[in-house]
């Protein structure tokens, strides 16, 4: 169901400063890829607001521009035209450096294909974005068996992640996520690799993060999947098509 | 710091994990650190050893010759020197004794070789030398057991001598040597003392001699023969003008004109460490451009394997970078792995060349010292090139697009 006026009374809001209680705020972001001399739009202006503590799930069609758009809010990419404010900093005009300690202190990532380091263990992958913000030994130790805790993978430390399930990895990669207590958790189909009783405990878990009160986005072109979301942010060719509220907070 | 430990941790997981390609990447390495570290093992063994076993006079000592190789270097210069140079007599020294008045002390020696016989044990070859009994303080002989000659023994060319410890152990295997009487050639002599082991040289003892008084052995042996003398400065002496004495004397006495070159050779131990040095110098002048050149294969044979490296870890970048890691920690990750590779490599080389070395220095009579700056050169000369040549493929690391490397696969 679309809710016009919650999506006009938000419009009123973009492009100014936003307050603190909106984590994410984007106006009119444009991305224009070059295929040769062609011009491809992935995102048409997109501009919406996700307040602190939301579930939000981005929904469309394949090629429609969730990747895309996801990889702005990630700051793994910089929009061609747009603003971008993440927790009140703009981030669209961030240089590479920036970017990266954005990526680090306030995002964390869960990908379909979990996108573990094979070699290493699942306390040294959750460790990671630790060791890239300098945080001490002992104290990033602490951390990461702190935050496996939490996903139920106390018992797995030391193994790698071909010694785990899939659903086992992907938790990892959640722990990993978490480790930093980032503004948002980012989750670009984390299911897509998963069968359907595994992936009930995986959105199980995020219920749970968000009840703690992460502020959870979640890119999904299943219907089941984004039913788990609050809100449902549908796009089509690289516009938003309708903002949906599907349950109260 | 945190990236430098996770970077060194990293590059040893992944050298590790790829043990044979480690190896057969570092070859170049390898071989042109264990090429430089032969070489200096060879080098700085020769060095000590001449320091050691042969310019044993010390400081302000020279020897004055017929001809020598040293003083001349060329060997058919010397061989003619041989030839043509008058012989030094005993009288030259006497001459020597008297007009070098800047001399602390002057003696001559001069040797053959002679089969020598105890009762019923015989050695074959020893060396047997005439020398003037002031020679023990011109040489590095110590007396172990009896004495050394006296200007009396010498004077009366009595029939003494005095031995070195392989001829005292190889005649005298369980009994006294001092008072017995060996025979030398025809003739036979009493031992008088024995000489403090010397060890050996290139593998020959020093220590398988026989000494007579000069006068006993020139009138045993005959008198028409050159005699080599060893001149020592005295205590601040010029040795430059010690040296013109020497030459003034036995100029006079073979009435050479002022035009031309002297017919006979001064010769110091600092000139014998000259020679070896300039053989030093060609071996390291051979051995620099094999060396520059498998480092420099090995520095692009470790280029290639680390683009190769950056190609295969792509989506592990992309993670990284996903994580948070900035542009220079993955620069950093990825020179540390080519260094320590490249590090690790002049190790295996370094290590290969000092035990092959030390086999070889068993076996054969190559004296082998492992200098002190080898391994520090060893380890940060294959370090640097494994930092120069991993520049190109760390910066391509670090200049991946995040979103790119993370769909690689
Ligand atoms: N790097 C790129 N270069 C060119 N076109 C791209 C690139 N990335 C995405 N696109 C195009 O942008 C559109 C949106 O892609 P994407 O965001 O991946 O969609 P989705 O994730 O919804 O499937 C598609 O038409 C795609 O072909
Ligand atoms: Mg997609």
Known sequence: ?249 | MHTFFEAAKIAISSILAHKLRSFLTLLGVIIGVFVVISVATVIEGANVYIKEKIATLGSGVFRVQKASLTGFGDFQKFLDALRKNPDLTIDDLYALRAGVTLADQLGAQDGTAQDIRYGNISLESVGVQGVTPDMITLSNLEVAQGRYFIEFDNDNRRDVCFIGSDVAKGLFPSSDPIGQEIRVGRDKFSVIGVATELGTVLGFSQDNFVLLPMNTFLKEYGSRRSLTFVVRAKKGADVERVHDQVRVVLRTRHKLNYNQADDFSIASDEETEQLFGSITKVVAGVAFPVVGTSLLIGGIVIMNIMLATVTERTREIGIRKSLGATRRDILVQFLVESSMLSGFGGLIGMLMAITLMSGVSKIAPVPVAVPLWAPIIAISVSTLVGLFFGIYPANRAAGLDPIVALRAD
């Not at chain 1, 979990?114 to 951390?143: D, K, Q, W």
């Not at chain 1, 106390?154 to 959640?174: F, T, Y």
């Not at chain 1, 948002?184 to 968000?210: C, K, R, W, Y």
């Open chain 1, 1 to 249: 169901m679309i809710e016009e006026a919650v999506l006009e009374r938000e419009l009123q809001f973009v492009g100014t400063v936003p307050d603190e209680r909106i984590v994410i705020r984007t106006d009119d972001l444009w991305k224009t890829y070059m295929m040769g001399s062609e011009e491809v739009h992935a995102l048409r202006g997109v501009s919406f607001d996700v307040q602190h503590g939301e579930y939000v799930a981005i929904m469309g069609p394949s090629g429609s521009g969730k990747s895309t758009l996801m990889n702005l809010i990630g700051c793994l990419d910089t929009p061609t035209s747009g603003q971008y404010w993440l927790n009140g900093k703009l981030v669209s005009e961030m240089d590479d450096d920036e970017l990266a300690r954005i990526r680090n202190k306030e995002i964390g990532f869960v990908f379909q294909t979990f996108n573990l380091l094979p070699r290493a263990s699942a306390l040294h992958n959750v460790e990671l974005p630790l060791i890239y913000n300098g945080t001490p030994r002992t104290t990033r130790l602490e951390m990461a068996k702190v935050s496996l805790q939490k996903v139920g993978l106390s018992d797995r430390i030391n193994h790698k992640p071909n010694e785990l399930s899939g659903g086992q990895r992907q938790r990892v990669a959640i722990a990993r996520a978490l480790v930093n207590n980032p503004s948002i958790i980012l989750a670009d189909e984390p299911t897509g690799n998963l069968d359907s009783q595994t992936s009930q405990e995986i959105m199980g878990l995020f219920e749970v993060l968000h009840k703690q009160g992460h502020t959870i986005i979640l890119v999904t072109h299943e219907h089941d999947i984004a039913a788990h979301a609050y809100r449902v942010l549908h796009i089509l060719d690289g516009r938003i098509n309708s903002d949906e509220r599907l349950r109260a907070y």
